[in-house]
């Protein structure tokens, strides 16, 4: 999965903005890592793996969230399968 090239991200603020559209998404801070991470090309397990360590959390729940955000990711037309 990958941002789609019309999915701009802020640095600071956790705002996400789809060019296309013209729709404007807050994320929190959680939210941002992963965009970032997706942006840098991380793959889903890569992706896991991060916020396992970050918020020492398992990795079931990790999974579980990472899914709940890529749908709404997928649902707002932010991203791509490769």
Known sequence: MKLKAHTYITDTDGIVFNAES????????????????????????????????????????????????FSLLKLYDLVEYE
């Open 22 to 69: 013209g729709d404007n998404f807050i994320v929190n801070k959680t939210g941002q890592v992963v965009l970032s991470l997706l942006y840098a090309n991380k793959t889903e397990e890569e992706i896991i793996d991060t916020l396992t360590i970050e918020y020492q959390i398992d990795k079931a729940t990790a999974k579980a969230d990472i899914t709940d955000f």
